[in-house]
């Protein structure tokens, strides 16, 4: 059940989770709230220590490169099995790092700077767990931010997660329609770019199914402007139930 605003008033040390897209503020929000005193748990940066890898908040280029994309090892590829491989282990890193947030929770403010693949958990305890740990704070991009987010991967493209459960359909239906015959055959960054429209798509429904069983929606143009962790606070109340 998400939090009434006055139930979230009582509270004396808040813990928020922020949910959404990638380039939507997780981070420079989360930013700000440091500045205000609040402890920042970047789970990017956690998430590539788990894997052994050595990243900085503004820089998680390691962590991508580690990731990597599917296809013509010519072209910076991964053979599939290989590609499973890390994307199994970036699954698992991200799901542990979420189960060690109690350890980081004390006597301060926290936001818990998720990724854009939160949605993508599958295991309904574990959100269950954050739910009951932090208010869960879906930021909902508009229409403009979505076709800026879709521009961005085409011009961009970038190594991402797949739901384990979409990327062999996905994979099959790329090979079909570009008529390949075998997985070394595709062009990863052509295959970042068509995929991305359908992973994109994907992920709204989930954002919003979290946010209305566990937390809040709050759109990204009532954050954009906020300075300061009051005036952070002040948008979440007016939001809450």
């Known amino acids: 059940m998400p939090l009434t605003v006055q139930e979230f008033q009582k509270i004396d040390n808040k813990v928020v989770t922020l949910m959404g897209m990638s380039g939507l503020g997780k981070t420079y929000l989360s930013n700000i709230l440091a500045r205000s005193g609040w402890l920042h748990y970047s789970c990017d940066v956690e998430i590539a220590g788990k894997m052994g890898i050595s990243v900085e908040t503004q820089d998680l280029s ?5 990731i990597g994309q599917v296809g013509d090892e010519a072209q910076g590829g991964l053979p599939l099995e290989e590609f499973k491989k890390r994307q199994k282990q970036y699954y698992e890193a991200e799901c ?3 189960s060690e947030l109690t350890n ?5 403010n926290l936001v818990n700077d998720s990724t854009g693949s939160f949605c993508e958990i599958t295991d309904e305890d574990l959100i269950q767990k954050i739910a009951d740990q932090s ?5 909902q991009a508009n229409e403009q931010e979505e076709r800026e987010i879709l521009k961005r991967a085409t011009e961009y493209p ?3 997660y797949y739901p384990a459960d979409m990327l062999d359909e ?3 239906n790329y090979m079909t329609e570009q008529n390949l015959a075998d997985i070394d055959d595709i062009a990863p ?3 970042a770019r068509w995929v991305f429209p359908k992973l994109f798509r994907t992920r709204l429904p989930k954002y919003e199914h979290i946010a209305n069983k566990y937390g809040v929606t709050i759109p990204s143009d009532k954050l954009r402007n906020v300075k300061n962790a009051d005036e952070f606070l002040g948008v979440v109340e007016r939001h809450l139930s």
Do not use: H, M, R, T
Not at 62 to 66: E, H, I, P, V
Not at 135 to 139: N, P, R, V
């Open 158 to 160: 970038k190594p991402l």
């Open 170 to 172: 996905w994979l099959e």
């Open 62 to 66: 390691a962590l991508s490169d580690y």
């Open 135 to 139: 208010l869960i704070i879906y930021i």
């Open 189 to 191: 960054n052509d295959f």
């Open 104 to 108: 980081v929770i004390g006597n301060a």
């Open 96 to 98: 542990a790092v979420l």
